[in-house]
């Protein structure tokens, strides 16, 4: 429990780092624009990690519902009491 608390407040701290970053991802999409396969926290979490060497929680990240478009969101990461936001830019491939 307390190396959990530590990871945490680590995370926090980095978050600063992260702010306003872009990443993009590649999907295959249909005719207008619409992604075959939602985009949901667990794999936006994992695309953090990988991209941005930014290990966090698929529950840090701020997401009313899945993306189920092509384009450019807002994604808001929150840990603790801090946020940072990150562009994640959806590339259509058909």
Request: proline share 2%; no cysteine.
């Amino acid at each position: 429990m307390e190396t959990e608390k530590v990871q945490e407040e680590l995370l926090s701290k980095n978050l600063k780092d992260v702010d306003g970053k872009t990443v993009e991802l590649i999907e295959k999409v249909n005719d207008i624009g619409h992604l075959f396969a939602s985009v949901h926290n667990q794999e936006i979490a994992k695309l953090f990690n990988d991209r941005l060497g930014f290990a966090i929680k698929p529950e840090h990240i701020d997401l009313e519902k899945p993306i189920k478009e092509a384009g450019e969101h807002l994604i808001n990461i929150k840990i603790g009491e801090k946020t940072a936001t990150v562009k994640l830019f959806i590339k259509g491939e058909k």
